[in-house]
């Protein structure tokens, strides 16, 4: 065969390869497919494929035409072990096709009897390999020949290099696949873990809810949740075999002395993989997991404040998924540190809210009692001296005046008691703002549109709103008529409180706006729950408050 022949054969060659090679996306069936089709190809008797990943753990991953010694007990002898070639192209010294003069598994299928090689005793190695990645070696072989032509091992570099390629394409597919998987489920997991802390107090056990969503939505077998308390290193919940567990178990930060520049409080997004397996190992030791085969960590982050704990997720196989998963990864941790720092925020509203609202009851009890019962004891001094000056009808207009003052101390102290404990909601909101206007001695009338339970947060936002409104319409509004409107709607609840009084002055709206402690409180209250206070009013033409606050909706 003349150089442009063998030229033009080896562009076939490449050529029917490639197609082969594109026909694919599964890597298993893509290389036992190839192999058998550059056997035909080049007239070669025999090959086989190792894949090895980066610790230099190998994997026999196809092969054709062996002969019986190296087929035997379903190519046992090709599935473990060590060899020449394995060997050099974990130190790095095989960069290019080269021929092998010895076999090792050749010699020991001759040697132990497992079959006949068929003439087999050399063949050519050459790494696969696309760009500066690497995956493995393609070994082919021919009886009796014991050496390849440079143009032989040229042509098998450049087949090797497609494969390479293909492997690279098909991992890259597999790992844009997984990350969309991945990312998709990461909406489900910050959806369910919202309704999960909306319903949970307890610190250990948002923990484990957080720690038991991983294990039910992801495919991670196993997961660990710790934080970093003073000089401790805590274990706040661990994920495996199906369970999740809260373990008491901590120790000194010094102890752990394989994160090197103390690491876990760095804010960086990611945690080196060896510190993730150290981790794990320390676990394992412990008795709280498995031992994994990798593991991938980052830090807990929330913006502004830092790592405040580690998320760990161990796997049980020794793939690349880990390089894959970590931007998931990364991203879930911060998702669980933004849901903590938000469950903190939240708390942290609460007990202002609570401050500001003993605060507001503290004015009041000032403003509105304290000043009656001071005014009430003091005539009760000045009535004891009427007693033994005979005048009848001064001390009668003093006892009037001592009932009067009670009747109005007792009313403000049982609309502050109502304040602080909502009762009446038994029967409902509107019921119970209408019992709670008729103890105002308005006449309240109630309109409801719509049928739904209310969560527990925001039937108690519209209770307080409703309750401030209808005390300043019996206090301000100049009327005791008063309608009450009820909206519920799918994606939102309404509350309207209106009164067919005087009306506020636009200056007097401006001051209102400013100083008002009820209308704060009361959009506060709205605000704090997503949602809108709006107040319309003209003089003369009455007011109408509005509460509208938005509703989770659940498909």
Same mark, same amino acid.
């Given at each position: 065969?003349?150089?442009?022949? @063998?030229?033009?054969?080896?562009?076939?060659?490449?050529?029917?390869?490639?197609?082969?090679?594109?026909?694919?996306?599964?890597?298993?069936?893509?290389?036992?497919?190839?192999?058998?089709?550059?056997?035909?190809?080049?007239?070669?008797?025999?090959?086989?494929?190792?894949?090895?990943?980066?610790?230099?753990?190998?994997?026999?991953? +196809?092969?054709?035409?062996?002969?019986?010694? @190296? *087929?035997?007990?379903?190519?046992?002898?090709?599935?473990?072990?060590?060899?020449?070639?394995l060997?050099?192209?974990?130190?790095?010294?095989?960069?290019?096709?080269?021929?092998?003069?010895?076999?090792?598994?050749?010699?020991?299928?001759?040697?132990?009897?497992?079959?006949?090689?068929?003439?087999?005793?050399?063949?050519?190695?050459?790494?696969? #390999?696309?760009?500066?990645?690497?995956?493995?070696?393609?070994?082919?072989?021919? %009886?009796?020949?014991?050496?390849?032509?440079?143009?032989? &091992?040229?042509?098998? =570099? *450049?087949?090797?290099?497609?494969?390479?390629? +293909?492997?690279?394409?098909?991992?890259?597919?597999?790992?844009?696949?997984?990350? +969309?998987?991945?990312?998709?489920? &990461?909406?489900?997991?910050?959806?369910?873990?919202?309704?999960?802390?909306?319903?949970?107090?307890?610190?250990?056990?948002?923990?484990?809810?957080?720690?038991?969503?991983?294990?039910?939505?992801?495919?991670?077998?196993?997961?660990?949740?710790?934080?970093?308390?003073?000089?401790?290193?805590?274990?706040?919940?661990?994920?495996?075999?199906?369970?999740?567990?809260?373990?008491?178990? =901590?120790?000194?930060?010094?102890?752990?002395?394989?994160?090197?520049?103390?690491?876990?409080?760095?804010?960086?997004?990611?945690?080196?993989?060896?510190? +993730?397996?150290?981790?794990?190992?320390?676990?394992?030791?412990?008795?709280?997991?498995?031992?994994?085969?990798?593991?991938?960590?980052?830090?807990?982050?929330?913006?502004?404040?830092?790592?405040?704990?580690?998320? &760990?997720?161990?796997?049980?196989?020794?793939?690349? #998924?880990?390089?894959?998963?970590?931007?998931?990864i990364?991203?879930?941790?911060?998702?669980?540190?933004?849901?903590?720092?938000?469950?903190?925020?939240?708390?942290?509203?609460?007990?202002?809210?609570?401050?500001?609202?003993?605060?507001?009851?503290?004015?009041?009890?000032?403003?509105?009692?304290?000043?009656?019962?001071? *005014?009430?004891?003091?005539?009760?001094?000045?009535?004891?001296?009427?007693?033994?000056?005979?005048k009848d009808? @001064?001390?009668?207009?003093?006892?009037?005046?001592? =009932?009067?003052?009670?009747?109005?101390?007792?009313?403000?102290?049982?609309e @502050?008691?109502?304040?602080?404990?909502?009762?009446?909601?038994?029967?409902?909101?509107a019921?119970?703002?209408?019992?709670?206007?008729? $103890?105002?001695?308005?006449?309240?009338?109630?309109?409801?549109?719509?049928?739904?339970?209310? %969560?527990?947060?925001?039937?108690?936002?519209?209770?307080?709103?409703? =309750?401030?409104?209808?005390?300043?319409?019996?206090k301000?509004?100049?009327?005791?008529?008063v309608?009450v409107?009820?909206?519920?709607?799918?994606?939102?609840?309404?509350?309207?409180?209106?009164?067919?009084?005087?009306?506020?002055?636009?200056?007097?709206?401006?001051?209102?706006?400013?100083?008002?402690?009820g209308? *704060?409180?009361?959009?506060? $209250?709205?605000?704090?729950?997503?949602?809108?206070?709006?107040?319309?009013?003209?003089?003369?033409?009455g007011?109408?408050?509005?509460?509208?606050?938005?509703?989770?909706?659940?498909?």
């Open positions: 065969m003349d150089q442009r022949d @063998l030229h033009i054969q080896e562009l076939t060659t490449l050529k029917t390869i490639a197609e082969t090679l594109n026909e694919y996306n599964d890597l298993n069936a893509m290389l036992h497919v190839v192999l058998e089709k550059l056997l035909e190809l080049t007239g070669l008797a025999a090959g086989w494929l190792f894949l090895v990943d980066e610790r230099g753990t190998y994997e026999f991953a +196809a092969g054709s035409r062996l002969p019986p010694g @190296l *087929s035997y007990n379903d190519a046992q002898p090709m599935r473990c072990g060590d060899c020449w070639c060997n050099r192209y974990k130190d790095g010294r095989l960069k290019n096709a080269v021929n092998i003069m010895n076999c090792k598994r050749i010699e020991n299928a001759e040697r132990y009897a497992w079959g006949d090689t068929c003439g087999i005793t050399h063949h050519a190695t050459v790494p696969l #390999r696309s760009g500066n990645r690497r995956f493995g070696l393609l070994n082919v072989a021919s %009886p009796g020949k014991i050496r390849f032509e440079e143009t032989e &091992l040229e042509l098998l =570099q *450049s087949i090797a290099l497609q494969i390479g390629s +293909a492997i690279e394409r098909m991992r890259l597919y597999a790992a844009e696949q997984r990350r +969309a998987a991945l990312f998709a489920k &990461l909406g489900e997991y910050g959806s369910a873990l919202g309704a999960a802390t909306a319903q949970e107090e307890d610190r250990a056990e948002l923990f484990k809810h957080a720690l038991s969503l991983v294990g039910r939505l992801f495919d991670w077998p196993y997961a660990a949740l710790f934080e970093p308390i003073g000089g401790e290193l805590v274990v706040r919940a661990v994920y495996a075999e199906g369970q999740t567990m809260i373990p008491q178990l =901590q120790t000194p930060m010094d102890d752990i002395d394989w994160f090197e520049d103390n690491s876990i409080h760095r804010e960086t997004a990611s945690i080196r993989r060896e510190e +993730a397996e150290k981790l794990a190992v320390w676990l394992e030791r412990h008795g709280l997991m498995p031992r994994a085969a990798k593991a991938a960590a980052a830090p807990v982050t929330c913006p502004g404040r830092g790592s405040s704990g580690i998320l &760990l997720i161990g796997y049980d196989t020794e793939d690349d #998924r880990y390089r894959t998963d970590a931007e998931a990364e991203s879930l941790a911060g998702h669980i540190g933004l849901t903590f720092e938000r469950i903190r925020l939240e708390r942290n509203r609460r007990e202002i809210a609570r401050m500001e609202e003993r605060n507001r009851l503290a004015r009041d009890l000032h403003d509105s009692v304290s000043q009656t019962l001071f *005014s009430l004891a003091m005539m009760s001094k000045g009535t004891s001296s009427l007693l033994s000056t005979g009808d @001064l001390l009668s207009e003093s006892l009037q005046d001592m =009932q009067t003052l009670s009747q109005s101390a007792l009313k403000e102290m049982r @502050l008691i109502m304040q602080l404990r909502p009762a009446g909601l038994e029967a409902g909101l019921t119970g703002l209408k019992q709670y206007g008729e $103890r105002l001695k308005l006449n309240v009338q109630t309109k409801v549109n719509g049928v739904m339970e209310l %969560p527990r947060e925001v039937e108690e936002a519209l209770w307080r709103i409703g =309750q401030e409104a209808l005390n300043n319409a019996s301000h509004s100049g009327t005791s008529d309608d409107i009820l909206i519920l709607r799918r994606e939102e609840a309404i509350l309207r409180v209106i009164d067919h009084g005087i009306g506020i002055t636009n200056k007097r709206l401006a001051e209102l706006k400013r100083h008002s402690i209308l *704060s409180s009361m959009r506060e $209250r709205a605000e704090s729950l997503g949602g809108r206070l709006t107040l319309q009013t003209a003089y003369r033409k007011t109408t408050i509005e509460a509208a606050i938005p509703l989770a909706v659940s498909d």
